[in-house]
């Protein structure tokens, strides 16, 4: 049985301008590098940096991306410190709590978001989300 998301990886034409992206603008802490790639944590997030000099660096057109938990009231200073860094902005936030979605130098869509699974719900229920339907703790709609 799955017990959740054991690490993310981003694979990197720069392993240098990547580094500085990761742990100078977005924070992540730094636990390993080698000439191929690094490990970093955001929190208990294990995220691995992997170079690829194929990579193309170009996003992808769909909406899949990793968002990154940000605490509400550091979102607004790590949003701006972003937007400052340059990074392409892919979508303006539409659903409940705050959100900036933005991409990495490689291209990699990305997110930070100031909410939580129990907010997104709950704004579901308020909304009466057209088709929703919710489970119990058992598998079980309720």
Do not use: Q
């Amino acid at each position: 049985m799955i017990r959740g998301i054991n690490h993310v990886t981003f694979t990197v034409r720069d392993l240098e301008r990547a580094l500085a992206f990761y742990a100078g603008v977005l924070g992540l802490r730094p636990v390993a590098r080698w000439s191929k790639g690094a490990y970093l944590l955001a929190g208990d997030l294990w995220v691995a940096l992997v170079v690829d000099r194929n990579a193309d660096g170009s996003s992808s057109p769909d909406y899949s991306h990793v968002a990154f938990t940000v605490e509400p009231a550091d979102f607004e200073a790590l949003a701006l410190h972003v937007r400052e860094a340059g990074t392409e902005i892919w979508r303006e936030n539409r659903s409940e709590g705050a959100s900036l979605y933005f991409t990495d130098p490689d291209g990699h869509r990305l997110e930070l978001h100031a909410s939580g699974l129990a907010g997104r719900l709950a704004d579901m229920r308020r909304r009466g989300t057209d088709g929703v339907r919710f489970y119990d703790d058992d598998g079980d709609e309720v």
